[in-house]
């Protein structure tokens, strides 16, 4: 009868350790550069996050935003942001745009499992989950208002 909840509890311990072996260290290191950036390099941070986001929505699941739940949305995204990083990280560049556009992925997988969820018994990723979101919510209220306001 609890198989399933048990099936499910170990599931998502398997998904924080993998994200924390792949994604936390890219995802910390993002965010704590950015905390660090001055106001003229933040935008680059934005589009960086916003534009990773994008390129991970589950467009190709073959069923619209409508017949998905959140939760599903929140882990393909996060699934297809793994998918990016392990890819991007397999190439070895040593390269700093490289790596920033990596640590970005990174952070969008981290933001869409926290909104999935899947950090609800860890708090420590809980709290780095809350933060990407929150700068993942920026970046996305930043890119909207630059497209509306259109080129000066």
């Given at each position: 009868?609890?198989?399933?909840?048990?099936?499910?509890?170990?599931?998502?311990?398997?998904?924080?350790?993998?994200?924390?072996?792949?994604?936390?260290?890219?995802?910390?290191?993002?965010?704590?550069?950015?905390?660090?950036?001055?106001?003229?390099?933040?935008?680059?941070?934005?589009?960086?996050?916003?534009?990773?986001s994008?390129?991970?929505?589950?467009?190709?699941?073959?069923?619209?935003?409508?017949?998905?739940?959140?939760?599903?949305?929140?882990?393909?995204?996060?699934?297809?942001?793994m998918?990016?990083?392990?890819?991007?990280?397999?190439?070895?560049?040593?390269?700093?745009?490289?790596?920033?556009?990596?640590?970005?992925?990174?952070?969008?997988?981290?933001?869409?499992?926290?909104?999935?969820?899947?950090?609800?018994?860890?708090?420590?990723m809980?709290?780095?989950?809350?933060?990407?979101?929150?700068?993942?919510?920026?970046?996305?209220?930043?890119?909207?208002?630059?497209?509306?306001?259109?080129?000066?």
């Open positions: 009868m609890f198989g399933w909840l048990k099936t499910e509890r170990s599931e998502r311990r398997r998904r924080v350790r993998l994200d924390r072996k792949y994604l936390e260290a890219r995802s910390r290191r993002f965010l704590k550069i950015y905390l660090d950036a001055d106001e003229t390099r933040k935008p680059q941070f934005y589009r960086a996050v916003d534009e990773a994008k390129r991970c929505q589950p467009a190709d699941s073959g069923l619209s935003p409508s017949e998905l739940e959140d939760a599903q949305i929140a882990e393909a995204t996060s699934r297809a942001a998918k990016i990083v392990l890819e991007r990280t397999a190439l070895k560049k040593d390269d700093r745009l490289a790596d920033f556009l990596t640590d970005a992925y990174a952070t969008v997988g981290i933001a869409y499992h926290r909104a999935a969820g899947v950090y609800t018994m860890d708090k420590e809980q709290e780095l989950g809350t933060a990407a979101v929150h700068l993942l919510t920026i970046a996305t209220s930043y890119t909207d208002a630059q497209k509306n306001e259109g080129p000066v």
